[in-house]
C-alpha cells in the first residue's frame, strides 16, 4: 500500500498542477479585467496556458501524427497505422500507404521502451516512409496493462522481437534504435538457432548499450554506483487505482520524468520561460517548436518494474550480451551464430548517453559473420538524438542504411521460404 500511496501522490500532484494551470487560465482571461489593462492578466493567462498544456501532456499518448506520404507519382499518399500482431505489453503497428504499389524495402524498426512512447520515433517512420514499407514495435505504457497479464522483463522483450521477425520473413530489414540494440541482437542469434530460415536481411543497431563498459557515460556510471536494492528501494512503485494496471509494480513515467529534467534543469527552465513570455506577447502557436518538442518530451509511460530492474542489472551491471552469456528462458544465446544476416552500426560522436564505442561492440561478438558482412559508421558531431532523427540522419545516416540494406538484398536467397514462416507466425 505505501508504494500505490507514493504513485497516487504523484499522480495527484501532476492533476493538482494541471488544475492550477486551468484555473490560472479562466481566471485571467476574463473580459472584466480589460478594463484593467494590466501585464499581470497576461502573465497569469499565459502561465495558466502553458502550464495546463505541459502537466496534461504527462497522461497522454501522442498520436503518430504521419497523415501522408508523398509517391513516385508526385501524389500524396494516405498513411494509416494499423496493429498487425496485438500482445498484452506492446503491438507491431504498420503504417500502410494507401494506394502505392508496395515497396521491395520491409524494415522493421525496434523501438526503444525508456520512458517514452514509440512515437519518439516519428519523424524516423515519416523519414523511412516515402522509400520502404515501416513497421514499428508500440510498446504499451505499463499501468494500463491488469496485473492478470503477467510479467515482462528482458526475456520477454526478447521474445516479442523474435515472434515479429517471424511474423515479417526473412526479406525484413531490423532497425533497433539505442535500448533494444543489445536485445534485437540477442534475438537475431535466437533466430539463427531456432529458425535460420526466418532470420531477417540485416540488422543494423543505432546508438545502444552492447558493452556499456566500452565507454563510459553518466548512464553507465549511475547503473554501477547504486546497488539493485537501493534502485529497487528508489525507483519502484505500485501502479495506484485509477489504471487498470492498480498493484502492478513499475518504474514509473512521472519519476523518469523527474529525471530526465533534473539533468537539464537550467535549460528546461529558461525554455519555459521564454514560453510563458512568447504566450503574454501573443507569439506564441499551437503547433510551434516549443510544443512540438515537448508534447512529446512530457508523454511518459511506465515501465513494468521486472524489465527496468533487469535491463540495469543484467545488461549494465552483469554485461550479460558483451560477454555473451545471456539467456532467454533458459536458453543459452550464442551471438557467435549469427552468420548470415549483415549487420551494421551506427553511432554518434557526442552521444553522451550510448557513447561510441559501446554499439560498436556487437562486432566483436559476431565472431561468426564475414567481415565483408560487417559496417560501420560514426556519425561527427551527432548526440544520440541525432543518429536516428534531424539532419545527420535525413542526410547522412539514412542513405547509408539503405545503401547497406540494399547492397545486402541482393546476397543469397533466403526469400523463399518466407510464406511458410509467416503464416505459421501468423496462426500462432
Known sequence: MK???????????????????????AMASYPVWGMVPHPMF?????????????FARMVIKPAWGIRTVVGEDGRDHLVDPQIELAR?????????????????????????????YATLLRSTVASLLPDA?????????????????????????????????KHLGPDTHVVAICQPAPLALAATALLAEEAPEAQPLTLTLIGGPIDPDAAATEVTDFGRRVTM??????????????????????????????GFISMNLDRHAQAFSDKIVAAAQGEDSERDQ???????????????????????ERIFKEREIARNVFEVNGKPVDISKVTDVATMIVEGANDDIS???????????????????????????????????????????????????????KRGNRKAKKPAVTLAASNS
Open 355 to 409: 557513447a561510441p564505442g559501446q554499439c560498436l561492440a556487437a562486432l566483436d561478438l559476431l565472431t561468426g559473420l564475414p567481415d565483408e558482412m560487417k559496417a560501420q559508421h560514426l556519425e561527427p558531431g551527432a548526440g544520440h538524438y541525432g543518429i536516428f532523427a534531424g539532419s545527420s540522419w535525413r542526410n547522412n545516416i539514412r542513405p547509408l542504411v539503405f545503401n547497406f540494406m540494399d547492397d545486402n538484398s
Open 88 to 116: 498484452p505489453f506492446g503491438d507491431l503497428v504498420r503504417f500502410r500507404v494507401a494506394s502505392r504499389p508496395e515497396k521491395a524495402r520491409r524494415i522493421l524498426l525496434c523501438a526503444p521502451m525508456s520512458g517514452h
Open 133 to 165: 514499407e515501416v513497421w514499428i514495435t508500440d510498446w504499451h505504457n505499463a499501468r494500463d496493462i491488469p496485473v492478470s497479464e503477467g510479467k515482462f522483463d528482458i526475456e520477454d522483450y526478447t521474445q516479442y522481437l523474435v515472434d515479429f521477425m
Open 42 to 54: 497576461k502573465m497569469m493567462s499565459a502561465w495558466g496556458r502553458v502550464t495546463e498544456r505541459s
Open 229 to 258: 536494492g537501493q534502485l529497487e528501494h528508489l525507483a519502484i512503485q505500485r501502479v495506484g487505482f485509477k489504471y487498470a494496471g492498480v498493484g502492478r509494480q513499475v518504474y514509473p513515467g512521472l519519476l523518469q520524468l523527474a
Open 290 to 312: 516549443h510544443n512540438r518538442f515537448y508534447d512529446e518530451y512530457l508523454a511518459v509511460m511506465d515501465m513494468t518494474a521486472e524489465f527496468y530492474l533487469s535491463t540495469v
Open 3 to 25: 508504494q500505490m500511496a507514493t504513485y497516487d501522490l504523484m499522480e495527484t500532484m501532476r492533476n493538482t498542477n494541471e488544475w492550477l494551470g486551468a484555473s490560472a487560465r
